[in-house]
C-alpha cells in the first residue's frame, strides 16, 4: 500500500510533490508563504518542500497578497503548468512546474516581522530558536530530523515486534526510586511527605516482565533524569529498552545489530554485521577510553620499553617514583602541519589539571624526518631510530608523548587524540568520512569500581551479573570480576549498553548487601520476584536521541526532540520551570522557602 | 516475513507451538513447572502455552523433579511424540504430542509455597495480584490482554504512520501548567519553588506541532493526571495522541474509523463503517447520558404529552411548579419478570440522592397485558391504552416512570436504563451480544458549560472551536454555542475526544480572557504562536487503556496495564508513593508536615 500524505485533508498535493507528470492537473495546495515577489509569485512552502506559484496578472489573487506578511498559511487551488526550460530549477524538487493560481485563500495570518525567518542559511542564535520552537520547526532541517526519527522508529518496531515476536509494553514512570542510579525526580502526592520517583529507566519492569513470562519485552521509554547542566542531555530522554529470557550476551549482540542493520535508513551508508569487539582493557589501552572513535586509527602506542634505562630524566623520574606508571605516545599523522604551540599548550594543561600529568612531550617530524624537539638533545640517534620504526613516523607527523600513571596517561592521550583529530578534520584533512557509521562493541568492563567512599560501587548497575568463570571471585575479590556487560559505540559515543542480570536471588542479595551495601528495603519486591521462578535474563538499552543525533548528523540531541529542554532544563518557550500556587503546595503538603 | 518468537534464544519451540507436524523433532523448550506428577510428568508452561513432558523411567530428570517446587524455570531438550489418540487433549492446543525429555537443566528455583497458584480458574483478590504483579503475569489472562494491546498499537502505527506517512513524535512531559484542566502533579526542581508540571496530554504541543508544519501527528503518548480515587482510573495513562492541520471534523472521523478498522483484531467482529452518530442533544433525550451503550434499545419516551391534564396528582404538581419539567419513560422487556422490589428501592434512593427527584412510578405489565401499579388507580381505561399502545408494552415489560426537571429525569432514567440492562444481562437475558463493539460518534456539544462560580467553563478544553455557523454567538450568547468537539463511545463508554481547535488569536485570547476568565500569561506562548501564522487543525485523542479493556473483554483497566497502581493511586509491589530522605528534600528545596 503506497503512502498517502494527502488523505484526511484539503489539499490534493504537498508543496514538495508537484513533477512534470503532473502538468495539466487541478491541483489544492496549503502551506506558508515562503516568498511573494511583485504580486506575482509565491514561494508557497510546506513540511515536504516548496512550490512555486504564478499569480495571473489582474487577479484578485495578487491584490489579496499585498497586505499578507511572510508567513501566513494559504489554500490556493490551481493548475500545474510546465515551467520553460531556462526557468526550470534543478535544485528545487519541484523546479520543473510551477502552479497557475486560480483561487486563494489566507487561513492563518502570520504578523508582520517574526523573531526570525524561516531560512535554512540564516544563523539563529539557539536560545531564540528554543524560545520560538514553533517557527524553528518550520525548517527544512527539523523537518527531516523528525521524519528521519519516525521512520527509524517505525522500522525498529517492524523489526521487533512483527518480525521477532517482541512485545510493546508500556511500564509506569511514576515508582519508588532505584538505588544507586542516577539522580531521580520526585512527585509529591496527595499523601503527606509521600512521593513517586520519576523512573531513570524500565530497569526493574523489564526484569520484573521476565519473571512475568513476558520473554521478548520492548518499549520505546521515555525517562527521567535529573542531571542538571551536563552538556547534550535532556531531563526527559528516550531509550528503545529491551529485554529477553533464555538467551546470552551474544545473542542480544546479534539482535541488536539485526535491529540498527533493519532499521537503518537507506540514503545512509549499509552497515555491516557483525561489528568489531574490544575488551574494556583492549579500548583503554588502544584507545584512552571505553568509547573509542575507531572511524580513524592514531592508537596508543606504548613506548616505556624504548625509554626506559635510557638516561632521559623526566621519564626516569616518573618511571622511578611510581607503580604502574608507563610511556605512551599517540603519532598524528600532518599533525606538524597543523597543531600549533597555544594547542599544545592547551593540550598540557588539560594533562596537568585533569590527569595530575606534568609535561606532554612532543616531536614535530620534519619533511627530511628529522625532528624537533626537545627531545632531540636527549637521545641517542639510534633511539631516535628505533622510535622511527615503532612508530612508523613519516613527514609532518606529530608524536605526542606523556609519561605518568598508566591510568591517567591513557585517558590523556585518549583525549588528545579525539582532539587532535576533531581539529584536523575541522581545517578540512580527511580523518574520516562524514558518512561512516563505526559501531563498536566494548565488553569484558569490570563488574565493580572503586566508590569514593573507599567501598565499590557498581560499574553500571547493581542488577548486572558477573561473567560465569568470574563467579566465584565475587565473594572472594569482587573488584576483579568482570560482567557480562556490553556497551555499544558509535564513532566515539556510547549509543547502548546492556547486560545478562543477575537471576539468583542470593548472588542479587549478596552484591546489594555484602558488597554494595545498600539497604534492601527499597528493592524487596525484585528480591522476591527473584525467588519465584526467575529465567535467566539480559537486555540493553538503546540512546535513541544520542542515535538519531548522530544518524542524521546534527550537532546536539536538541536538534532530534521536537520540543527540548535548554542546558540548565529549561523549557525557553512555556517558562517551565515555574512558581505555582500556594494552593497546590498546600494540596501536595510542601512548603518551599519564601521566593524573592 | 514469518514472525519467529524463538531467534535470540536457546529454545526452539515455545511452549504453545508442538503439533503432530513436529513429531520426530529433537527441541528444546523453556519455561515454568505448572506441574509434575509421580516423576513421570511435567506440565511446562510459557507466554505462549503448555506442553505435556514425560520423563523416562529411571531417569535423572524424574530425579531432579523430586525436591523441585512448582514455577521453577526448566530448560528440557527432548523428542517430539505423537500421543496415544484416547490421550490426545483437544482443549491444549498442543495435545496432540507430549515432548520425551532426554535432559533437564533448572534455570531458576522457585520456592515453594508462592502467594497464589499461576492458574485461571484460581479467583485471587485482586490486591494480591498487584502485590505480586510477576505472578499475576504469567496468567494466560494478562498474556492475552498485553499481546494484544502491543498487536493493536502496531496495528495503528502501520495505519498511521506508514499508510498514511504520520509522523511519530514524542513530546515532553514535564512542562508548564496547562489552566483549566484536570489537577496535574508537580515536579520540584533544583531552583528554589520553581516546579515542572507533568503534562495531563500533549494538547498544547500537537498545537504548536502544527504552527510548527509537521503537519500530520501522531504518538502514543503516556498522560498523567492527578485525579485521586476515581473508578478504574489511573495517575498515568495512555492515549493515541493525533493531529493534521488543513482538514474537517469528518475528516477526522473518517481518518480514525479506518484507524480503528485497521487495527481491530481478526478474531473480533468486523467493524463496519461509518459510525453512526448522535447530536448531544439526540444522545440525552433518548438516551439521558452524551455517551449512550447502543448495544441495547430500551430508549427514554416522553409521555409528559398523555399525563398532562389527566388529575394524577403526582405528575401535575411537577409540571405545574417548574419550568423545564417533563415526564418521561423507560420500557424494560422483561424486566417485570426479574426486577425486584428492593431494586426499585434503590433506584428510587438514586432518583433522590443523584438528582433530587422524588417518586419514582412503576408498572408491571402481567402475562395478560394488565398492569399492577400505584398508577392503576389513577389513570383511565382509556389512558392505559394510549400507554399500551406508545409505549408498545408487552407481557413482563417494566415501565419506569420519572417526573420532574427535564435534566434531571433525563440522567436518572438514563443511569437506571443502563443498569436494568446490566442486571438482566447478569440474569442471563441477552439484552446485547458479548462480541458486539457498538461505536458511537456524539457531536454538537455545547461549548461551555456553567461553572459552579456562576460563569462558564469550557466543555471540553479551553481550544475547542466553535462550529462556524455559531461563531458570532460566542461574542453575543457564548452558553449557545455548539462547538466542533465529537466524542467517539464504545459500547456507552467513552473512548475518545477530539475536536477542530482555534487557530485564530483573537478568538483564543476572547475566549480565555473574556469568557473564561483565566490569565494569559501562563499561555502566551500559544496565543504568539498562533499569531505566527496557524493553519487550521484538529485532532482527537484515544483512550488506549479503556479501548483494549473493552476489546479485551477486561473487568478493569488494570487488567490491560503491564504494572497499573490501585485505586488510591499505590504501586502495592513496591511501595510507592514512599517517604525520601532528607537530604532529597533539601536538594528540592522542600519541606514536609512532620511525619507520624
Redesign the interface.
Known sequence: ?K???N?????THTCGELRSEHVGQQVTL?G??QFHRMGKFITL???YGVTQLIIPEKSPVGYLMKNL?L???L?VEGTVVQRPLEEQNKKMATGEIEVEVVTADV?????PN?PFNIRDFQKVKESLRLM???????TSN??KN??L???V??KM?EFL?????F???????????TPGGA?E??????????????TQSPQ??KQ??M??????YFQIA?C?R?E?AKADRQ??F?QVDIE?????AD??K??VEGLLQYSWPKEASNLSTPFPKLTYKEAMEMYGTDKPDTRFDMKIIDVTDIFKNQNIEIFDKVLMNKENSSIKAIVIPKGALHINKSLLEKFEEIGKCLYSLEGLVNIFVKEDLNWKSILCKHVSLELQQKLKKNLELQPHTLVLISAGETRNVLQLLGKLRVECAAYLQSKGLNIWNPKDFNFLWVVDFPLFLPSDEGGLEPAHHPFTAPQEQDTHLVYSNPAAVRSQHYDLVLNGQEIAGGSIRI??SELQKYVLTDILKEDLT?LQ?LI?????????HGGIAIGLDRLMCILSGASSIRDV???P?SLD?K?L????????SDE?KK???????P?N
Not at 520560538?132 to 518550520?138: A, S
Not at 522476591?528 to 535467566?536: K, M, R
Not at 494540596?587 to 522557602?593: C, D, G, K
Request: with cysteine; proline share 6%; glycine share 6%.
Open positions: 500500500m503512502c498517502d500524505v488523505s484526511f485533508t484539503w489539499r496549503c506558508w508563504v512552502r510546506d513540511g506578511s508567513e501566513s498559511v489554500k487561513l492563518g495570518k502570520s504578523k517574526l520560538y520552537r514553533y517557527l524553528d520547526l518550520r527539523l523537518q523528525l521524519r526519527r519516525s521512520n522508529t517505525m518496531r515486534c512483527k518480525h521477532h515476536g512485545v510493546d509494553i508500556e511500564t509506569p514512570t511514576l515508582f519508588r526510586r539522580q525526580f520526585v512527585v509529591p502526592t496527595h499523601s503527606p511527605g509521600k512521593f513517586y520517583s520519576l526493574q519492569f520484573l516482565l519473571v512475568g513470562a513476558l520473554d521478548r521515555h527521567y535529573d542538571g531531563p526527559e528516550t529477553m529470557s533464555f538467551t546470552s545473542r542480544i546479534s539482535l537471576h539468583s527499597e519486591h522476591e520476584a527473584l525467588e519465584s521462578g526467575c529465567p535467566p526532540i521536537a520540543f529542554k532544563g523549557d518557550m512555556s517558562g517551565a520551570p515555574a512558581k505555582i497546590l494540596f501536595y503538603f510542601i512548603q518551599t522557602p521566593s
